[in-house]
């Protein structure tokens, strides 16, 4: 799974970071399997009925479906994916992380 045929940047130009969205768009139109580009129609599908809630649910679909996804447009993606669900991630932590070790009853403290 390569980028054959995709544009490169101007010498000594730095491409900008991709968007979540775009993300999702790139690779429903450039990524070369089939499967890959279902997942990914079916996120911007999700987000255009559900709104911005089904991003990061559909964010982590898309990431573990791009995992075999090689060359720079590959990369681009998976940056742009891995940006979005660390900045979720520290925006809204697990509440399983949160809550901290549980105590089985019985264990530790006094009767």
């Not at 900008?16 to 993300?23: I, K």
């Not at 669900?85 to 520290?90: D, G, K, T, V």
Request: proline letters at 8%.
């Amino acid at each position: 799974m390569s980028d054959e045929g995709a544009a490169a940047p101007a010498p000594g130009a730095t491409e900008r970071p991709l968007g979540v969205v775009e993300a999702f768009t790139v690779t429903r139109d450039q990524c070369p399997s089939g499967a890959v580009q279902r997942v990914a129609r079916q996120g911007l599908e999700a987000v255009a009925r559900e709104g911005a809630d089904a991003l990061p649910t559909h964010a982590f679909y898309l990431r573990t479906a791009v995992r075999g996804w090689q060359g720079p447009k590959a990369a681009r993606v998976k940056q742009a994916l891995d940006a979005y669900l660390a900045e979720r991630e520290r925006a809204e932590p697990s509440p399983a992380r949160d809550a901290g070790p549980k105590q089985r009853d019985g264990a530790g403290g006094s009767s």
